[in-house]
């Protein structure tokens, strides 16, 4: 079982530009490739080498993933859903990388996305089609009353008919001036919210003063484009709506028909963001006429696989150089390798920054702390059994990622730390169980010092690491000034202060801490600026490392938040709980709310709980144990396959 | 008036700091909280997917509203009709940590958390560490509850 950072070595290969291809190809089924970016190599500036330049045929696999995505976006919108659970039950399919390409090509995916694509904007089309359709019945309606012809109205030899509308509020005076005349009809069609719909049979002799008193009432003329009467017209359009549904409806079968394809199309683009992959991995390389250069980076474990796929691919025309990657090299990609328990961890070390090539993997050192806070933060024996058994029973029966499985797991070894901390504190759900070690709500004070210990404990814990490391590197005087002065000053300063605070150190070992922590102490300030050339330079920095006993003093108190946080979430638990008991005495409806407030405010708190605990545990991680020391800031190992979004591939 | 005090000045100013716990707290919170809601539900129109994730940056300003209950119900415990005014003014000076603590932190938390809400809508893969620049404040809030819980019960009348 290996934890730590995956040791590398660097290769230099030359190879012929025509077996470039053939070598991406199967360098891409090995996947534990990290190419340098040889654009940035300063070194090979002068070499008179040119960028190796792929864009066409980038743009032209652009263009296909965009296309299948889409196909896949579409069809996905007709598919019918298994049930949340059955299809996590199931998960997604999984393939082995080699069967992908075999897999993908004999898919003609690109019929089927022409069919689904086609499908889709005809159906776009016939959506557009029914709404032109429906706002031109919407235009006839109003006239619907008018049983005549359209056309029939330009008939009449002696009168003139008019369509149009009247503002609502003026049908009084309209229909009083109109009254003054003698051979003309007037009707109201159908009213809307502000207007009239009118029709008017005016005699022509009239013709003259009605179009007078209309236009003082800001008639406004209709004109109707059809000429058969309007309920066949409306009629006719409805019938064209009724097709076009039946058409979009058939277009939906046809599309549901296509959701089989839907795995298809998701392991083609699968295999198309590969390729892509491997097309773009060859902008890192360099290139003469006839030779590729090519550096990158590989776990050196692995180097015997490596030669052998670069043997085979390559018909031993090539030049392979392999070395242990420098120490120092800051070009050198970080992989992390961890057990089972500290990889459930290791997003949280990938939040902060990976670790250079030269320091150590802290994940491992993290998680038990990080665990341990999280449930001393929790603290409920109720609350942490439905975590475990909520995240054992997805464990057990989804079907999950590797990555899906670590982020349960994260979370199933929490769960054990909150049953041990409801256990200490006696507390399920904030009611006090029978045993109790500790009573949180009453000792809080002893729960405040047992947190400032645990810092203590968690702060020395990463100093011991800084130290470790530099004596690891051969660095054993940097050990003692950075982290044996440190451990000297406060070690003495603590026992100084329990003294001064308590009876409960003898006097003698009182004399003894005050005596090593003032050896820390100007430990510290001869030794803290020791990177400046001048000796004022010296004095002050080390003053200023002197300064910073400061901030340890903040650090222990930030341990408080181990106290704090368990304490308020047991309060808010047990406020939930009086708040239930209140509403259990007023008989059976208040029974029924009372299980519903419970469940709905523990259920909250519960979630509110993790949270804080999540986040604290972070923060103490980051800033109080990596501060003494973790730099991070390496670069994350690249493969070369991409990483799968839809299928699940070995 | 004086009489009036010297009976139930007591009762009353302790009654005061509670509500004042709860009251300030609760107003930074409600400000916080209701700030990171109105950018969240901007980021909702193009991104509802990203609705878990804004939600726990939204729930961040909210915790100095209950730590600042959770002490108004221990300073509620401790009341008595005919406690003096000095263990009253006891009370109420307990309270005022987490009272003005909380009402100040939780309004900052909200705004760091509405910069965590951009950040979320720009870049996801990093929004965890929004979150985690928001809890560094409520630290402060953390504080401030530790010593209105020492406070209350340090001294026994």
């Given at each position: 079982m290996q934890m730590a950072i995956v040791k590398m070595s660097k290769f230099n290969l030359l190879v012929f530009n025509s077996d470039r291809e053939n070598l991406l190809h199967e360098l891409q089924k090995f996947?534990?490739?990290?190419?340098?970016d040889l654009k940035e190599d300063e070194s090979l500036e002068d070499y008179d080498l040119n960028i190796?330049?792929?864009p066409e045929s980038i743009v032209a696999v652009d263009e296909k993933i965009a296309k299948v995505r889409s196909a896949i976006n579409t069809l996905s919108?007709?598919?019918?859903?298994?049930?949340?659970?059955?299809a996590m039950q199931e998960g997604g399919e999984t393939i082995e990388f080699t069967e992908l390409e075999a897999k993908a090509s004999k898919i003609d995916y690109e019929t089927i996305c022409g069919q689904v694509l086609e499908l889709n904007s005809k159906m776009d089309e016939l959506g557009q089609e029914i709404a032109k359709t429906n706002a031109e019945i919407s235009e006839l309606n109003p006239w619907v009353k008018l049983e005549t012809p359209i056309k029939d109205l330009e008939l009449f030899k002696q009168v003139e008919a008019l369509l149009g509308t009247i503002p609502k509020k003026l049908r009084q005076n309209v229909?009083?001036?109109?009254?003054?005349?003698?051979?003309?009809?007037?009707e109201v069609l159908s009213?809307?919210?502000?207007?009239?719909?009118?029709?008017l049979l005016i005699h022509r002799d009239e013709l003259e003063k009605v179009r007078d008193i209309l236009r003082s009432y800001s008639f406004s003329n209709t004109k109707i484009n059809i000429e058969g009467d309007i309920a066949t017209e409306i009629a006719k359009f409805e019938e064209e709506i009724n097709q076009l549904k039946e058409m979009i409806f058939q277009n939906k079968g046809r599309l549901e028909n296509l959701t089989e394809e839907l795995s298809s199309l998701q392991i083609v683009y699968e295999y198309l963001m590969n390729v892509k992959l491997k097309l773009s991995a060859s902008e890192n390389f360099l290139k003469t006429d006839n030779i590729n250069v090519i550096e990158g980076y590989i776990p050196t474990d692995m180097r015997e696989e490596f030669t052998q796929v670069v043997k085979d691919s390559l018909n031993n025309l090539y030049y392979l150089e392999l070395e242990e990657a420098d120490k120092d090299d800051e070009n050198v990609p970080i992989l992390l390798k961890n057990s089972k328990f500290s990889r459930s961890f290791q997003s949280i070390t990938q939040m902060y920054a990976l670790p250079n090539y030269n320091e150590i993997d802290p994940t491992p050192l993290l998680a038990p702390f990080y665990s341990f806070f999280f449930g001393m933060m929790v603290a409920d024996l109720g609350y942490g059994l439905l975590l475990f058994m909520a995240t054992a029973f997805v464990l057990r029966v989804f079907n999950l990622t590797e990555e899906q499985k670590d982020t349960i797991r994260f979370f199933y070894y929490h769960s054990i730390f909150t049953i041990l901390w409801g256990l200490i504190y006696g507390s399920f759900f904030s009611f006090t169980l029978p045993i109790q070690i500790l009573d949180s709500a009453t000792q809080y004070n002893q729960v405040l010092i047992i947190s400032i210990v645990f810092g203590i404990i968690h702060i020395y814990f990463g100093l011991g690491v800084n130290g470790y490391m530099s004596l690891r590197d051969g660095r054993p005087l940097d050990a003692l000034f950075d982290v044996g002065f440190w451990y000297m000053a406060l070690t003495g300063g603590i026992i100084l202060l329990l003294s001064a605070a308590t009876s409960l150190i003898p006097e003698g070992v009182a004399t003894v801490s005050k005596y090593v922590m003032i050896v820390g102490m100007v430990g510290i300030v001869l030794t803290g600026g020791r990177s400046s050339s001048n000796i004022g330079g010296r004095l002050a920095g080390g003053l200023y490392e002197l300064y910073g006993i400061s901030s340890y003093v903040g650090d222990f108190v930030s341990y408080s938040r181990l106290m704090a946080l368990g304490l308020s979430g047991g309060f808010i638990a047990s406020a939930i709980n009086d708040m239930v008991f209140m509403l259990f005495d007023l008989g059976i409806i208040g029974i029924i709310f009372g299980v519903i407030i419970f469940i709905i405010g523990q259920s909250f708190n519960l979630f509110l709980s993790l949270l804080s605990a999540y986040v604290h545990s972070i923060r103490l991680a980051?800033?109080?144990?990596?501060?003494k020391f973790y730099e991070g800031g390496g670069k994350a190992f690249k493969f070369l396959r991409s990483k799968p979004k839809y299928i699940s591939i070995k | 008036m004086a009489d009036f005090m010297l009976n139930y000045g007591g009762v009353v100013m302790g009654a005061f700091g509670a509500a004042l716990a709860v009251l300030l707290s609760g107003i930074g919170s409600a400000r916080g909280v209701g700030m990171v809601g109105e950018s969240s539900t901007a980021l909702m129109i193009e991104q509802p997917e990203k609705f878990g994730k804004s939600l726990v940056l939204q729930l961040l300003p909210g915790t100095q509203g209950l730590y600042g209950f959770v002490i108004a119900l221990l300073a509620l415990g401790q009341l008595t009709a005919n406690m003096s005014l000095s263990q009253g003014m006891f009370i109420f000076m307990s309270c005022l940590p987490i009272a003005i603590g909380g009402w100040t932190s939780a309004v900052f938390q909200g705004r760091v958390a509405v910069s965590g809400v951009n950040l979320l809508a720009k870049n996801d893969e990093q929004a965890t560490k929004g979150i985690i620049y928001a809890v560094m404040v409520e630290t402060y809030a953390l504080l401030a509850f530790v010593i209105s819980l020492i406070l209350l019960n340090a001294v026994s009348f």
């Open positions: 996947n534990y490739v990290h190419f340098l190796v330049e792929v919108k007709y598919q019918k859903k298994e049930t949340g659970l059955k229909e009083n001036d109109l009254s003054t005349t003698e051979y003309t009809y007037f009213e809307d919210k502000d207007n009239l719909n009118v029709l980051y800033v109080e144990f990596f501060g | -």
